[in-house]
């Protein structure tokens, strides 16, 4: 890729063509700092974590309000913001909170901050997000979806016949399926479940003859709570135009009179909570491991409330009500200014509209899989790397399900950990075990939030006589590994593959994953040590060639980054690159910071979180930060070593956190191959580098900056340059 024109005015160039990669390069004239014997509790030394997450969905935040992009992928963004903060309440807002309830003396993080400061910046940080992403919707995306005729209309501005047609459709769609459910002496107040939509209104008797219903009630006004039915679309079409909806919370709103005959209704106003949904199992108390989950699941619904959204539109008293029954806090309140649960939104992203939304994308397969070859002869002549969303994931899935089909296959083994809900990589390894291969899959039931999904499959597995495995003690199986075992000839051949994303068909259409199939003889056996260690009592302990959390992984990135400082000490080619989606790991970030004062030069390209700080004199002045929020999500992992000028280049499941590399087994696999290692170390990295369009660079004080071409310079957006150039990748 000729990257030149882009390149030509920087002043700091980031390709990796060897011409400019620096040779022993010193820190410059800031004198070194010190660092302590730990990082911990050093807020100059370390981002907190949680601000660092909230940092990375502003940046999400700033894609929907990037008025160039596509309309309806501006909507998208938008959901796509509050989604994330909806699981970022359920998991991390959630354990701030119990930290603070606990009577032990608790850790503060490791920038030093302590769980209730952590809980108000949170706090400080994400109510003007909030208000910006209102503002958006209100002020700009559904003015132009209305320019487009596209109208969200409010059931108060449609005309008679449009409400009166929407009344029927309430009492015959809607009506029979809600549940009106009022607090009283014999009604204590209800049990929400997380993050549904609900009303809440007041009800009195009226002034006339009381009624049956309103006799009942003897000392006033009642508070009552409505549940907005999942079962019902949010979005009520208006007309026959499929271009016109209103909202379904307004509907029911002005019809609650219905659902509370003989009673006078105030004006009913939206709410919606947050549960805690974070799972622990105490896995040495669990005899059944599958069972002990299904458990944890029926519970996870009950879990304590940790935030109350309600519309702006709310009296003081009812959010004062609401807060006091659900044992909240006036800081777990967030008064919205607009719509509640932006994601409801989305089913106008499914409207026929080509002209709102980004170009499709036209997926390939890479060349050397095109010949009318038997895939097993392809990949044993010469290895196979995949790039997706850019390579089609059929590549993945034919490679499955030809192993199952195919008669001299006698063995298959993967890893499961998301696989999606329709999966045909599932469907082929039930298949295989069908045709009586030898199907073994770890199906990780702790992957947070598709356990349920994990657990109908582990059980569909079973029954189709796979061995199925539900994951480790104490671990995570996060790695993303298959094996096939084929009988050639006299001798038994094992076909790999190796990727930093899901098995996951849907997923991998928005996600940017990379992925290795190889026949090398070393990967192999360390895969089948790998899955002796998986699914046995194996203590594996040394691996030829993977890097293997958390056995050797951990330990081998430690020695490759001191590596290269001692390579920049002895004046030889030193430079690392890494992409990841998060960077917390203190013992990494430690040696980092050595290796910058050292000279060594370092890109990171870090989609999420990042605690570590860049660009601070005498510290981390050789460390540039870069975050690339677009259209896919970034997700694949590569480590680049300049090695002295023997360069290393690793693909990998693993990010540089302490879950990935102690809590989590992760697999990690050198590319060897001096093509691939070139388009990885040309193309990939150089891309991203280069990227002035969606790329934004970390600050020392915490805050992204978005990238600018410098006068002179060309635009170029890494993830555009891959979709437009798919037919040429690999």
């Known amino acids: ?286 005899g059944d491991l599958l069972r002990a989950m299904e458990q944890k699941l029926r519970r996870r619904r009950f879990g304590t409330a940790v935030r109350l959204e309600v519309s702006s539109s709310m009296p003081e008293k009812m959010v004062n009500y609401l807060t006091d029954s659900l044992e909240l806090t006036p800081d777990d309140v967030y008064a919205i200014d607009g719509l509640l649960n932006v994601p409801d939104l989305m089913t106008l992203y499914g409207l026929e509209r080509a002209e709102l939304k980004d170009k499709p994308l036209q997926p390939t397969v890479p060349s050397l899989l095109k010949q009318k070859k038997p895939v097993f002869d392809i990949i044993k002549r010469q290895d196979v790397l995949l790039h997706h969303p850019y390579t089609a994931y059929s590549t993945v899935v034919d490679f499955i399900s030809t192993a199952a089909r195919d008669p001299d296959v006698l063995a298959i083994k993967m890893c499961l950990y998301r696989t999606g809900q329709k999966s045909p990589i599932v469907q082929a390894l039930m298949e295989a075990s069908g045709r009586g291969k030898q199907v073994a899959v770890l199906v990780e039931l702790k992957a947070r939030f598709d356990e349920e999904n994990n657990i109908g499959w582990a059980r569909q597995l079973e029954k189709e006589g796979v061995h199925v495995v539900y994951g480790m003690l104490g671990l995570k199986t996060h790695c993303k590994v298959a094996l096939v075992v084929r009988r050639e000839e006299n001798t038994l051949r094992r076909y790999i593959h190796i990727a930093t994303g899901n098995y996951n068909p849907t997923t991998s259409r928005i996600y940017t994953d990379l992925g290795l199939l190889t026949t090398n003889e070393q990967i192999g056996a360390d895969v089948t040590d790998l899955f002796n260690f998986l699914t046995g009592y194996s203590r594996q302990s040394a691996y030829r060639k993977l890097l293997v959390a958390p056995v050797n992984l951990r330990e081998r990135m430690t020695s490759f980054i001191r590596r290269e400082i001692a390579h920049c000490q002895a004046g030889r080619p030193a430079r690392i690159v890494a992409k990841i989606n998060s960077l917390t790991e203190i013992e990494i970030i430690r040696t980092l910071y050595e290796a910058s004062q050292a000279g060594v030069q370092i890109d990171l390209i870090v989609r999420g979180i990042c605690t570590l700080r860049p660009g601070v004199p005498g510290l981390s002045e050789n460390i540039r930060v870069i975050s690339i929020v677009g259209r896919f999500l970034e997700h694949s992992r590569i480590f680049y070593f300049a090695n002295g000028g023997a360069e290393d280049i690793y693909i990998g499941s693993a990010d540089w956190m302490t879950r990935n590399l102690s809590h989590r087994v992760e697999v990690v696999t050198p590319i060897d191959d001096p093509h691939l290692k070139r388009y990885l170390k040309d193309e990939v990295l150089d891309a991203y580098l280069c990227d002035n369009v969606k790329a934004r660079r970390l600050l020392p004080d915490g805050r992204y900056e978005r990238k600018r071409p410098a006068e002179g310079e060309t635009k170029f957006d890494a993830q555009s340059h891959f979709s437009s150039n798919s037919g040429t990748i690999i």
């Open 1 to 286: 890729m000729d990257m030149s024109a882009i390149k030509q005015t920087s002043s700091k160039p980031p390709q990796l063509s060897s011409k400019t990669v620096p040779s022993g390069a010193t820190p410059g004239s800031a004198a070194k700092v010190a660092l302590p014997p730990t990082l911990l509790a050093h807020k100059d030394l370390l981002f907190n974590r949680e601000v660092s997450w909230l940092e990375f969905n502003r940046r999400v935040l700033e894609e929907a309000l990037d008025p160039t992009q596509p309309l309806l992928e501006r909507l998208k963004f938008l959901s796509i913001f509050s989604t994330n903060l909806d699981e970022f309440f359920m998991i991390r807002v959630s354990g701030l909170k119990e930290e603070m309830e606990e009577e032990e003396i608790v850790e503060p993080s490791p920038d030093g901050m302590t769980p209730a400061e952590q809980l108000k910046e949170i706090s400080a940080r994400l109510r003007p997000m909030l208000g910006e992403q209102m503002r958006c919707l209100r002020e700009e995306i559904l003015p132009q979806l209305t320019a487009q005729g596209i109208e969200l209309i409010s059931y108060s501005a449609l005309t008679d016949d449009e409400r009166h047609a929407l009344n029927i459709y309430f009492m015959e769609k809607v009506f029979p399926v809600l549940t009106p459910q009022a607090v009283d002496p014999s009604h204590p107040f209800p049990y929400i479940s997380s993050l549904s939509l609900n009303l809440g209104l007041i009800v009195k008797p009226t002034d006339g003859p009381e009624s049956t219903v309103a006799s009942i009630i003897q000392d006033g006004p009642r508070f009552a709570r409505i549940k907005i039915p999942q079962s019902v679309p949010r979005l009520v079409p208006v007309g026959d135009s499929g271009l016109r909806f209103t909202y379904l919370d307004e509907l029911i709103a002005a019809n609650t009179g219905f659902l509370f005959p003989g009673m006078h209704t105030g004006t009913a106003h939206v709410f919606r909570i947050t549960r805690d949904a974070d799972i622990e199992i105490r896995e040495d108390e669990a």
